[in-house]
C-alpha cells in the first residue's frame, strides 16, 4: 500500500488548478462520463440501468465534481484508480436505496454537518468527537486501497483518513475489551431505507480488536483529496481493505469496545451467506455465487481475486492457525 502523510486541511483542487486547467477537466469529465467504459459495463450489468447509459441523467451531477490532487494513479500493484466519477456513483448504501447507480442521486441532501461520533464502553477516556476533532487531531493520510465487494466487483480508491488504532489508543481499551462495534446513523427520515423491513437498522459492524488496532484499518473522512460525499458514507466511514467492502461501514456515529463477537446487520439478515470475519478469500464461496473472480469497475472481463484482497503479508499473521473457512 502508498501511504502518504498529509497535515492540515486539503485545499479544493479548484483553488490549486489554474482556471483554465480546472474547466477543460470539468469539460473533459462530462465528456467521458457519457461515454466511458464504466458506464457501458454498469449499463449492461445492472438491469434498472439498461436503457439509461449513466451520463445522461443524474450522473451530470458526479461530472461536476472535480476530484482533488491525489499522489499517484495506481495502486502499489499497479492497478490504475477508479475515475472519481465512478468511486461517487456507484455505490452500496442501502439506507438509500439498493440500486448502485442511484445512492448517488438520493443521498444528496443527506445533512453530514454538524456530526459527532461517540467513542465508548469498555475504555479508560470515553468521549464523543466532533467530526472536526477527527479531522485535525488526527494526520489525515492518503491510502490508496482496492475495495472488493462481496457482490464480486472492486475499485481502486485513493481515501484520505487515519488510522482506526490512533482513535482506539486515545480512548484506551481495558485489558477485557475483545472486539470493536460501530454503528451507522439511525435517521429513517433521511435514510428512507431503514424504514424497509427485512433489515435491523440501524447498520453494524464490527471487528476483533487486533484487526481494528491494525494500521491497515483507517477511518476515512476523505477521497480523491476531498471530503467524503453521502454516498461513501460522509462524514466518516471505516475502510478494512482486506475484508469484503460490507465491513467498511458508512457514516458512523458511535465506536464502542466490547466483550463479545458483534453480530452485524448482514449476519443478522443472512448468517449462512454472511460471517463475521469476511476476510477476502478467492478459494471460499459464498453460497451463492463464487468468489474466485471479480469485475473492475471500469474494465472489461474479470480479474482474479487475490487472497485478503492482495494484503496477505500484511495481515495473514491476524488468523495464524485459524480455519478461514470455519471463521468466514
Ligand atoms: N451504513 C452502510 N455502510 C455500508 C453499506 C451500506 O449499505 N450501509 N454498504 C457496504 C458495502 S456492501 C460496500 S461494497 C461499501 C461500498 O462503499 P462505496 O459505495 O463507498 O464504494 O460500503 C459498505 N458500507
Ligand atoms: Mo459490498
Known sequence: MLIKKRTGIEIPSSEITPEHLYHSRRQFMKGAAALSASALLAAACSPQA????????????????????VSTTTDELGDPLNDYDDVISYNNYYEF???????????????????????????????????EDLRTKFDQEERIYRLRCVEAWSMVIPWMGFPLSKLLAEVEPFPEATHVRFETIYDPEQLPGQKRGGFKWPYVEGLRLDEAQHDLA??????YGKELLPQNGAPVRLVVPWKYGFKSIKSIVKIELVDYQPTS???????????????????????????????????????????FNGYEEQVAGLYAGEDLRENF
Not at 483507517?218 to 477521497?223: E, K
Not at 455465487?289 to 473492475?296: G, H, L, P
Request: proline share 8%.
Open 50 to 69: 439498461a436503457d439509461v447509459p449513466r451520463g445522461s441523467a443524474d450522473s451530470g451531477d458526479a461530472a461536476d465534481q472535480a476530484p482533488g490532487e
Open 97 to 131: 436505496t439498493t440500486d448502485k447507480d442511484t445512492v448517488a442521486f438520493m443521498a444528496e441532501d443527506f445533512v453530514t454537518s454538524p456530526w459527532q461520533v461517540e467513542v465508548g464502553g469498555m475504555v479508560r477516556n470515553p468521549g464523543v468527537y466532533d467530526i
Open 218 to 223: 483507517i477511518l476515512a473522512t476523505g477521497l
Open 265 to 307: 446487520l448482514w449476519m443478522d439478515a443472512a448468517p449462512n451467506e454472511y460471517g463475521f470475519y469476511a476476510n477476502v478469500n478467492p478459494e471460499v464461496p459464498h453460497p451463492r455465487w463464487s468468489q474466485a473472480t471479480e469485475r473492475r469497475i471500469g474494465e472489461l472481463g474479470r480479474r482474479e481475486t487475490l487472497k
